[in-house]
């Protein structure tokens, strides 16, 4: 038998059933409830840095400040 065709054969039967079987593991491991504390903290990392909303954001806004503002973003050259 050549070599490429036992590879082919090899890679089309037992190595697809191994890779099947490692994926079956691998989402079973993963879904395990005692692993439901690691998904919870790992769902929030996109909000860990955040600031709460300071006190000062419910004042109103004046034209002089939303001028100020929009010269600070360089918006005035657009």
């Known amino acids: 038998m050549e070599t ?3 590879m082919r054969e090899l890679a089309d039967s037992w190595v697809l059933l191994a890779m099947f079987a490692f994926f ?3 989402a079973v ?3 395990l409830p005692s692993h439901r504390s690691a998904r919870e903290d790992a769902s929030l990392i996109p909000f ?3 600031a709460a909303p ?3 954001s419910e004042t109103p806004v004046t ?3 939303a ?3 929009r010269e600070l973003k360089g918006l005035d050259n657009v």
């Open 4 to 6: 490429y065709t036992f």
């Open 29 to 31: 491991w993963a879904f």
């Open 63 to 65: 034209n002089a400040d």
């Open 54 to 56: 300071s006190a000062s």
């Open 48 to 50: 860990r840095n955040e």
């Open 24 to 26: 079956l593991g691998a």
């Open 67 to 69: 001028n100020n503002s």
